[in-house]
């Protein structure tokens, strides 16, 4: 079972390799999202570094903790933390979308270790993840679900199908995470479809709803422990996020959402990261 991380400077400093990273596979793919998988990077880090039990040396370990992906093209996020977590080696990440890869536009299951689901669809991943999590709760095992969610797919009506279904069970071993970055691919969700109140939404289907900033790694850790602590309910991680976070010139802009970026940008986007990475301690105190 891979070791946990407790050092918070620690697990900023992988967030922003697997940031690196992810510039780095969109670039040598020449297509694919940007926001959304930077904004995520804390979000998994803090998942795969310190929250979950699992064991990259034994992805198919029985009592492993599930990470299912609903918003499957976040995928560049989820490759680059698998990558760093040990699934597979790190070199492979710049085979992205490309022929024979095992790192596809969007997550094969049977493709890559590590992977729970296979996902592009939108909105099919919470109603996957209820029926690992009412599984679970039949056969008395102990391992935790959690599902990974963007805003715009809750304009799916499947979402709120398993949302009802999980409240009506009362799937305690369920945690729903929500990338509230507050963007989708022709602009803002509130323009397009508003969501709010989407804490009250959930809570009046029986779910336990909390709200944190999703770049504070350690404000992450102590909800995913407090969901787990939950006993009669699921729980709903609303994870504010900024997309294209930590690349100045992709903050807040959905025109983001599914372009890579071209040689100059990346060369930006690069130069910014490692820049706030030799800063260190004085960057990282800020999200503490």
């Not at 071993?173 to 691919?185: E, P």
């Not at 709010?196 to 102590?222: A, C, M, Q, T």
Request: some cysteine.
């Amino acid at each position: 079972m891979l070791n946990k991380i407790h050092d918070i400077e620690k697990l900023y400093e992988i967030s922003n390799t697997i940031r690196q990273d992810i510039i780095i596979m969109l670039l040598e793919a020449g297509s694919g999202h940007s926001a959304g998988p930077l904004g995520m990077a804390d979000v998994f880090t803090a998942l795969y570094f310190n929250v979950i039990n699992h064991a990259p040396e034994n992805p198919n370990w029985p009592e492993r903790d599930r990470v299912v992906l609903s918003n499957g093209h976040i995928c560049p996020v989820m490759y680059a933390t698998l990558a760093r977590a040990g699934y597979f080696p790190v070199e492979e990440l710049k085979t992205l979308r490309k022929l024979g890869t095992r790192l596809h536009g969007h997550p094969h299951n049977l493709a890559l270790p590590g992977l729970e689901n296979s996902s592009g669809p939108l909105g099919q991943g919470l109603s996957i993840a209820c029926g690992m999590a009412y599984a679970a709760k039949m056969d008395n095992k102990n391992h935790h679900i959690f599902c990974l969610m963007s805003d715009g797919e809750h304009e799916e009506g499947q979402i709120w199908e398993a949302a009802m279904f999980a409240g009506k069970n009362k799937l305690h071993n369920l945690t729903g995470i929500v990338d509230r970055n507050n963007i989708q691919i022709d602009g803002f969700t509130e323009d397009i479809m508003p969501l709010e109140p989407l804490k009250e939404k959930y809570e009046s289907f029986g779910w336990h709803v909390l709200e944190v900033d999703g770049h504070n790694i350690r404000h992450i850790i102590d909800a995913c422990n407090e969901a787990k602590a939950i006993f009669e309910k699921p729980t709903l991680i609303v994870a504010h996020t900024i997309p294209g976070k930590d690349v100045s010139f992709m903050e807040f802009k959905y025109e983001w959402h599914g372009k890579p970026p071209n040689k100059e940008e990346a060369q930006k986007a690069l130069e910014e990261l490692r820049k706030l990475r030799t800063l260190g301690g004085k960057i990282i105190s800020e999200h503490q």
